[in-house]
């Protein structure tokens, strides 16, 4: 696989942000996936959760962009980590950290690991 279809995976995550629909959002993350989100205290730990999660970003209006992505791969698993921008329908810019950890299926990339941090500066 290259660093382009690791980074095209953001694309399709961010993609199914603009649906404005969880369950599409959710449906990247592995059934047993882990989201540690930017705004929620509250690890997610399965698709309900996860779904959960983005019920309330996806209201926020939130359309991502990568400033600069990390991508190594190991075998079936991949890492995609940098900071990323999210701008907001109300007209905030929120600027943070990301580690996507990716794992092959057999058919596709799915989302194993996603954390999310708000920059501290």
């Known amino acids: 696989m290259s660093e382009n279809e690791i980074t095209a995976l953001f694309d399709e995550w961010n993609s199914?942000?603009?649906t404005g629909d969880p369950k599409k959002v959710a449906a990247l993350y592995e059934s047993n996936g882990i989201l540690l989100p930017t705004v929620s205290n509250r690890v997610r730990h399965n698709h309900e959760e996860i779904e959960d999660y983005f019920v309330h970003f996806l209201a926020k209006g939130p359309v991502g962009k990568?400033?600069?992505?990390n991508v190594?791969?190991?075998g079936q698993l991949?890492?995609?980590?940098?900071i990323y921008t999210f701008a907001f329908k109300d007209g905030a810019v929120v600027p943070a950290r990301f580690t996507f950890v990716y794992r092959w299926n057999?058919?596709?990339w799915m989302i194993i690991e996603h954390h999310s941090s708000q920059m501290p500066e």
Do not use: H, K, M, Y
């Open 16 to 18: 199914a942000l603009q």
């Open 66 to 69: 990568i400033d600069e992505a």
């Open 72 to 74: 190594r791969t190991f």
């Open 78 to 82: 991949a890492i995609n980590s940098g």
């Open 106 to 108: 057999g058919e596709r």
